[in-house]
């Protein structure tokens, strides 16, 4: 098979920069009888790049960057009927966490030469494509101090954001939001609230995974956590696999919710990684089985 493989020349610390390191990655295909080939641009070229691709013969594009490289990608995508593969490259690379895909991208490749395709929901946010989480409140705030943690340690990563949240949380304004879902609507005061495609599971640590992803559902997660000490309560309980169990916590799941709050036109939200501003009230919306995707099977390549 023949892989068309684009990478972002700035993700991973830039490590596909050098010919040495690209011949290397060319080699994993090549050496397991595929053929493949290898654009490396800069983030200026990308877009156009993976356009180009997405609009080619191409039956496979695998894609390397952070989850907003590989998200846009998933968006050019969309109704071509080609598959994507992920070759993690970010900081926190949720995307291919969710599919299982190694975190080396080395034995990505070697995985993706031996993978399933399986259709995979997307989040439509206005116009935007979600693959994985959307969120509003405080978090893009925090976010913008997101590439500090590359490279560093689960328990570093941990206390990081347990610290910013003791500052940045607090410091960022309430929120007076209305979730309307299947006829019902919701109102709540809140400081960060996210919607992601399918539901996430409850697990010890920073980064929580997703094993439905082809649900068919959006899920809202609002949180009511306001002062200083609730929000420290809520950052103990995400990363011990407890937040839902505490208070002021709801949890709503639909195929469409329209948002909106008040006293605002637009809000800054962080889509898969990138701060953009959606315009308010806001509809978010599931497309089922949306994007064909590569998952690495089970057996030793």
Same mark, same amino acid.
């Given at each position: +098979?023949?892989?068309?493989?684009? /990478?972002?020349?700035?993700?991973? !610390?830039?490590?596909?920069?050098?010919?040495?390191?690209? =011949?290397?990655?060319?080699?994993?295909?090549?050496?397991?009888?595929?053929?493949?080939?290898?654009?490396?641009?800069?983030?200026?070229?990308? =877009?156009?790049?993976?356009? #180009?691709? @997405?609009?080619?013969?191409? =039956?496979?594009? /695998?894609?390397?960057?952070?989850?907003?490289?590989?998200?846009?990608?998933?968006?050019?995508?969309?109704?071509?009927?080609?598959?994507?593969?992920?070759?993690?490259?970010? %900081?926190?690379?949720?995307?291919?966490?969710?599919?299982?895909?190694?975190?080396? &991208?080395?034995?990505?490749?070697?995985?993706?030469?031996?993978?399933?395709?399986?259709? /995979?929901?997307?989040?439509?946010?206005?116009?935007?494509?979600?693959?994985?989480?959307?969120?509003?409140?405080?978090?893009?705030?925090?976010? #913008?101090?997101?590439?500090?943690?590359?490279?560093?340690?689960?328990?570093?990563? !941990?206390?990081?954001?347990?610290?910013?949240?003791?500052?940045? @949380?607090?410091?960022?304004?309430?929120?007076?939001?209305?979730?309307?879902?299947?006829?019902?609507?919701?109102?709540?005061?809140?400081?960060? %609230?996210?919607?992601? &495609?399918?539901?996430?599971?409850?697990?010890?640590?920073?980064?929580?995974?997703?094993?439905?992803? !082809?649900?068919?559902?959006?899920?809202?997660?609002?949180?009511?956590?306001?002062?200083?000490?609730? +929000?420290?309560?809520?950052?103990?309980?995400?990363?011990?696999?407890?937040?839902?169990?505490?208070?002021?916590? %709801?949890?709503? =799941?639909?195929?469409? $919710? /329209?948002?909106?709050?008040?006293?605002? #036109?637009?809000?800054?939200?962080?889509?898969?990684?990138?701060?953009?501003?959606?315009?308010? &009230?806001?509809?978010?919306? $599931?497309?089922?089985?949306?994007?064909?995707?590569?998952?690495? #099977?089970?057996?030793?390549?």
């Amino acid at each position: +098979m023949n892989h068309q493989v684009v /990478i972002n020349s700035k993700s991973g !610390s830039g490590i596909f920069a050098d010919a040495e390191q690209q =011949e290397r990655l060319k080699q994993v295909f090549t050496g397991r009888g595929h053929q493949v080939d290898l654009h490396v641009v800069t983030p200026d070229k990308l =877009e156009a790049t993976l356009k #180009k691709q @997405a609009e080619s013969a191409a =039956e496979v594009l /695998i894609v390397g960057g952070g989850d907003g490289t590989i998200t846009t990608a998933a968006r050019l995508m969309h109704g071509t009927g080609k598959t994507l593969g992920v070759l993690p490259l970010g %900081t926190f690379n949720l995307q291919a966490r969710d599919l299982k895909v190694p975190l080396d &991208p080395f034995e990505a490749a070697a995985a993706l030469t031996n993978a399933e395709t399986i259709p /995979i929901d997307l989040l439509k946010v206005n116009d935007e494509y979600c693959m994985c989480a959307t969120v509003i409140g405080f978090y893009p705030a925090l976010a #913008k101090a997101r590439e500090s943690f590359h490279g560093r340690s689960w328990w570093v990563k !941990s206390l990081r954001i347990v610290r910013e949240i003791a500052t940045v @949380a607090v410091a960022t304004p309430v929120l007076d939001l209305t979730i309307t879902a299947d006829g019902k609507t919701y109102r709540r005061r809140t400081r960060l %609230t996210a919607f992601s &495609p399918g539901a996430y599971e409850e697990s010890v640590g920073l980064i929580p995974a997703r094993n439905d992803l !082809s649900s068919g559902k959006l899920t809202a997660y609002v949180s009511e956590h306001l002062s200083r000490g609730q +929000m420290l309560l809520a950052a103990v309980g995400y990363l011990t696999g407890n937040l839902l169990d505490t208070e002021k916590m %709801t949890k709503i =799941e639909s195929s469409e $919710i /329209i948002l909106n709050v008040k006293r605002r #036109k637009f809000l800054t939200t962080m889509i898969d990684g990138e701060i953009l501003k959606i315009s308010l &009230p806001c509809r978010l919306e $599931i497309l089922p089985r949306a994007l064909n995707v590569l998952r690495p #099977k089970s057996e030793p390549v």
